[in-house]
Structures are given as C-alpha cells and as structure tokens.
C-alpha cells in the first residue's frame, strides 16, 4: 500500500481554514440533544457542557426565528434553548442531572480560590504558567471547575452578556439545575464559598505578614496587622448561618469591613514605601495579588450572605470569567507588575532631562558649548577605535577594547560637564511626557508647546556643537598623522569603504534606527541600576562597609557613598551603552539580523577621517555628497528614535487617557510657523 506523505498547497489551505474555524464552531442543537450519561466519563460531560457554551455564542437566525437582534444573542439563544426543554421534560431531566453531577465531581475550590489570581509565588514563575497556558489549553478530564471556564468561555463578550443576564433566565436555569432534584444530588455552593473565603483568607495573611511587606509597613506588625485580624472575625461571620438580623452579628461585618479596608490601605502604603526607596518586581507583585484576592474575599462574602439575592450569581460568574480571560494575558500581569518600576525609571530620566533643556539663552548657549567639547572627545575616541581595529586582535579581545574605548569616552564626556546629543532623547522625552497631564487648558499646552520647542532648540544645539567640532578635530588629527608618518591613518580602499557606510544608500538608516534603540536601552538600564542601587540599600552598604572604613576612613567612606549615589545611573548609562554599541550588532549577527551601529556623532568622525585620507579629489565623487546627506538623516533617525521610544514609555507609565494628538500637533505647528527662528536660534521670547 503506498502511502502519501506530502501535501498539497490546496490540503494545506484547507487545514489551515478548517484550523482558523474550529476555534469558533459549534454543534447544532440536535447534536447537543445527545446527551452524555450520568456516570459517563467526567471528560465527555465536560465537552457536551463546553459545546452548549460554544452554542450559545454562535447566533444563527434559522435557530431563532421571528426574533429581532438584541444586545447579546446569547440571551436570545439560551431563552430558546430553556423554552425548548419545557417541552421536553426528559430531556430536560437528564440535561439536569448531567449538569448537577458536573458540579458534584468537578473541584469548585480552585476556581472561587484560584482563578484570575497568581498561583506561583513569585513574579517570573507566574509569567512562566501564563505563557504555557497560552498555548497548552487544560484537558477536561480534569476535575475543576476553573478548567470548564477556562474552556468554554473564551469569548470576549462572554463576562458582559453573563453579567447582563435578566431576573427570569437567572430564576429559569436556577429551576433547570434543580429539577426534579433528588436528595443528595444538590450541591454544596454555599460551603465552597466558605471555604474558599478561609483559603483565601491565610493566603492574604501569609502574603500581609511576610518580610517583603512586614518590613515596608509603617507603625503596623504582629498582633496590629489587619492582616493578622483577617482570620479570627471570618470565622466569627462564617460559622453558622448568615445571621443579618441579629446587632452583634452586624457588628461584626462592620469590622470586618474597616479590616478589608485598613488591609488595602496597607497595600497603598507598601507601594509609597517601594515608590521612596526603590521598586521590587517580586514585592509589586505580590502585592496585586493580595489586593486581587482582597477583592474576591469581598465579592465571595456577599454572595454568601445574599442568598436569596440571584442577581449576585450572575456578577460573581461573570468576574469570575474576566479573571479567567485575564489570567491568559501575558501582557496585563507584565503591565501590573512592571508599572510602578517603569514609572521611577522614566521620573529619574525626567530629573536627568531637565537639564538638558534650554530655554534661555544663557542655557542654549552652555549646550552649545559642551557638546563643543562632547564633539572633540569623540573624535579622539574615533581614531582610537581605528587603531583597535588595525590590531588584528581576537574577536573577544576586540570588543572588550572597543567596549572601554567607548564607555571611557562617554564618562569622560560626563565626568568633563560636555554633552553627547543623542544621548539626550531618551532624557528629555519623560521631561516634556510630565506636561501632558494639563494640556487640557489652554496655559498647560501653552507650557507643552514651550517645553517641546525648547527641546527641540536644544537637541539642534547639540547635533550642532557636536558635528561642528568632530569633523575639524577628525581632520586636523588626520593631517597631523599624515604629517608625522607620511601616510595616512587608512589606505584609500578602507576610506573609500568607511563613506560607503554612511551613504543613505547602504543601510545606514536601518542602522541609525537600531543605534536609536540602543541609545534607549541605556537610558532604560540606568533607570533600573538606580532603582536597584536605591532598593539595596547600597549607599549604606558602601558607607558602613568596615574594610572601607579601616582602609579610606569614615569620611572618605561616606563621599564615596553620596557619589556613588550621585553618580551610579550616569556610569550605568554610559557603560551600558558603550557595552551595547559594541555587543549589540554581534547579537543580531548571531541571531541572523545582519544590522549595524550607525550613531551620528562616531559617523561624522568616521566620515571626515576618512575624507580627509582621500585628499581634495573626494570632493568630485559621489559618495563624498551621498555622505554628508547620511550623516545628517543619521542624526535626525538616532534623535528620533530614542525620543519616540522614551516618550511612549512615559506615556504609558503615567496611565494618560486618550489623548488629543492632533490638538497638540496644530499647536505646535502654528507656533514654528509663526516663529521658525526661535526654534532653532535663541531668541528673547518664543510666543
């Protein structure tokens, strides 16, 4: 027998179609009516309940004719399907029994306990749950009733049309899973709420009155800690039946209730507490666990003293969905976790910014002058990266050279008061971010407006200096190498190579966006080595440390503490990104991403070095024109990739609403148009 194993490209679209359709097919209502046995495998009662919920999401007017579209179809589905089995009460028996033995041997703790919250108890362990469970869906012969929701309500509008679900459907499937019901078929929800709301309970106490948080709480520990109180009045509520006429029983909800309370205002203040010295993942995480699990407590509460109130089924299952949904998401556990670390970052980023805005003249032209200087270390710092290279070295041994060559030049830029402009985007775009919480008024855009042609003066001001000091310093240092040794630093081929590099034509603007990148990250790495320099203590560490204090002295000691508490997110920055204009291209080389470092600074340098090799006749080629454009479109890529990436991330770590953009850029835009001078050259006023 031959057997086929190639398939065709129409097998293969095929597939893929019926693949893309599966996810939202479902069985008619004749199929549905096969309904599984009592005492069929718990797997096969928990497919047929998974199909009904597939079913009734899939509206299909042949199935309910005469009826008009409503908000949720779902309703309309469900109300034909109960006025269906009122017609047939054997069916609705079993239909009733399948759904009563469902709830029996399907585990209801893990999903009143566990569902939508943290399982793993830290923050990289959960991350790696959600990206399995991403991709690999529960099987249903699994015993909870967490893995049925996790299966049947995948919809994004299942939580809505649950909540909204009516008085008469909420009395109508309540009389459909207790019909005919025999004794000792019911279930025990009212138990597994209590019980859940214990479980939940210690885990909120273990979390409250662990270090991470015992030690970040004010004035609150042991026996004072609402954490410890938590337990002891649950099971004073929870003991007997709901006792809601009786004064001390009341009493006690009371309590409870300005318990849960102090409980959240003692999440707020761990988070002030991170917010002052330094953000933990870990702690943040743990911490919106807690208050995620503090609001199930409450909402499970409540269902369980309004019995008689149906309405409270329907919210509790719908949240119950939209912590399921949620639970998936990657991307909503990164955001709660990393939102108040990324806000520190950019609110010291913006403290670094301001200072490299100008808005006077005195300051445009103090920016002016340092990047002067920033242009003239660069330059040394490109001659020095040529000799490197000339070496022949090993690779490793290359790049560890190439690495300090850089990082020490950006310190020497730093430590010497100069300035590197493309360093700068990443800085200042957190500044002008923090303005748009009043742009709404007409003073606050006005004071957008300022601050961003400010910070467009000076970013020009220091591609300016930066450019006009490079280019002569990279050629007098090449005429006087020529003068000393007869020759120049590069033979003719290599110049001719290097002002291909910087041609719009080679790939040098795809290079100059991913040098934006770069310049990004280190601003970001030093945001995170100054949260975590803050978060260790380790300004005390170095002050305290007893092998310093006996060799340097307490006083040396203690300034090398503030300095180094002064000065650790600028050596961070600047060795960071030294480290990534080097690793960098070598990790996407390996990874198969063939990119470069274009940044417009070492370009120019680069650029007249090797112009200058050449001798007057590169004035008559081509590349020599196509260079000098590159250069240019280089500063403006580096300049505005660094600055939208900054600016977005500050955007979003500061949670804006939706915001009027275009409002924003017509201000703007009248402003240049009104005064294009000013945005270049410093002028007396900008209005």
């Known amino acids: 027998m031959e057997i086929k194993w190639m398939l065709g490209f129409k097998d293969i679209s095929r597939l893929w179609r019926r693949w893309k359709d599966s996810r939202n097919a479902s069985l008619a209502l004749d199929s549905l009516l096969v309904i599984p046995e009592v005492h069929a495998d718990l797997a096969d009662r928990n497919r047929w309940l998974v199909e009904v919920a597939y079913w009734l999401r899939q509206p299909n007017k042949d199935d309910v004719e005469g009826v008009v579209e409503a908000s949720h179809p779902e309703h309309v589905r469900l109300r034909a399907l109960l006025k269906f089995l009122d017609g047939r009460p054997d069916a609705k028996l079993q239909i009733a029994r399948v759904l009563r033995s469902i709830l029996k041997d399907n585990d209801a703790l893990s999903l009143l306990c566990d569902t939508g919250v943290a399982t793993r108890p830290n923050f990289w362990g959960e991350m790696s749950e959600r990206i399995r469970n991403k991709f690999i869906a529960p099987p249903p012969n699994k015993p909870e009733l967490a893995v049925l929701f996790a299966l049947g309500f995948v919809g994004e509008h299942d939580a809505s049309w649950v909540h909204d679900l009516d008085q008469d459907l909420l009395k109508a499937i309540h009389g459909l899973v207790h019909y005919q019901e025999l004794e000792g078929e019911g279930n025990h929800l009212f138990d597994d709420l209590s019980e859940a709301i214990h479980i939940l309970i210690s885990y909120i106490g273990a979390a409250g009155l662990s270090y991470s948080v015992r030690s970040r709480l004010r004035d609150v520990s042991g026996q004072h800690s609402p954490f410890y109180k938590l337990a002891k009045l649950a099971e004073e509520i929870l003991r007997d039946e709901p006792r809601l006429q009786d004064a001390a029983y009341q009493t006690c909800l009371k309590d409870f209730k300005v318990v849960i309370d102090s409980c959240y205002v003692a999440c707020d203040d761990v988070y002030n507490h991170l917010d002052e010295n330094g953000v933990s993942v870990d702690t943040v995480f743990q911490v919106e666990t807690m208050r995620l699990r503090l609001a199930r407590v409450e909402l499970l509460l409540k269902s369980w003293l309004e019995r008689e109130n149906i309405k409270n089924y329907a919210y509790l299952t719908a949240d119950l969905i939209m912590t399921v949904q949620g639970h998936r998401s990657v991307k909503r556990l990164a955001e709660q976790s990393f939102a108040l670390l990324s806000r520190k970052v950019v609110e010291r980023s913006a403290e670094t910014g301001e200072h490299y805005i100008a808005s006077t003249r005195e300051e445009y032209f103090s920016i002016l002058k340092k990047s002067l200087g920033g242009g003239a270390v660069v330059a040394g710092t490109v001659y020095l990266k040529f000799l490197i290279t000339n070496l022949n070295l090993a690779r490793f041994f290359e790049n560890v050279f190439l690495t300090v060559n850089y990082a020490g030049s950006f310190l020497l830029i730093q430590f010497a008061n100069f300035t590197l402009a493309t360093k700068q985007p990443a800085m200042t775009a957190p500044a002008l971010a923090q303005l748009l919480d009043h742009v ?8 957008f407006v300022d601050r961003s042609i400010y910070l467009i003066r000076s970013q020009a001001a220091s591609v300016f200096g930066n450019l006009a000091m490079v280019v002569p310093a990279a050629v007098l240092i090449q005429v006087a190498i020529m003068f000393i040794i007869g020759t120049p630093s590069m033979s003719s081929v290599k110049a001719q190579a290097v002002l291909q590099t ?36 380790m300004q005390d560490v170095i002050r305290y440390n007893r092998r310093l204090n006996i060799v340097f002295g307490e006083v040396r000691a203690s300034r090398w503490s503030i300095w180094w508490r002064e000065n650790i997110a600028i050596v961070a920055a600047n060795v960071s990104l030294g480290v990534l204009l080097v690793l960098g291209p070598s990790l996407m080389i390996s990874l ?12 120019a340098g680069s650029f007249a070095a090797a112009a200058t090799a050449l001798g007057w006749k590169v004035f008559l080629t081509a590349g020599f024109w196509l260079g000098i454009v590159g250069v240019l479109l280089i500063g403006v890529i580096n300049v505005l990739v660094s600055f939208s990436l900054a600016f977005h991330m500050a955007l979003r770590s500061r949670d804006l609403p939706e915001l009027d953009r275009l409002r924003l850029y017509l201000a703007l835009r009248d402003r240049i148009k009104g005064n294009v001078r000013g945005v270049i050259l410093p002028g007396n006023s900008l209005k």
Not at 592 to 603: E, I, K, N, P
């Open 592 to 603: 198969g991403f063939g990119l470069d470092v274009r940044h417009v600074t070492l370009s």
């Open 502 to 537: 910087v041609s719009p034509f080679s790939g040098a603007l795809i290079f100059a966006a991913f040098t934006g990148v770069l310049l990004w990250l280190s601003s970001l790495i030093a945001g995170l080595v100054d949260n975590w320099f803050v978060l260790h203590h």
């Open 440 to 447: 709404k008024s007409k003073e606050g855009l006005d004071a």
